[in-house]
């Protein structure tokens, strides 16, 4: 009786849970990477200027772009976008990581 219902709950959780896909990526992971490896150009989070004027602060590229498009372009390389702006590619849990970040910062 008892595994009948713990097998039940299992597969009623699976009916109700949203499944978890590729995509899926950790906003801390993804703030954590910015922090490391753009806050010197870009403004990262919810408010503030960017440091360097001509890098869009992130919650603007967060409202402008579709975030779940950006993460295939940041896989795929990003070209300079301005003379200080480092060409770069992520690896794609990378790339989910920080676009979960991003997606935080719409609210």
Known sequence: ????????????????APPATARDGSASRGKALARATCARCHGIGSRGVSPMPEAPAFRTLARRFPIDDLADILVEGVERRHPAMPAF???PSDADDLTAYLKTLRR
């Open 89 to 91: 590619r992520l690896d």
């Open 1 to 16: 009786m008892r595994r009948a219902l713990v097998l039940a709950s299992v597969a009623l959780f699976g009916l109700v």
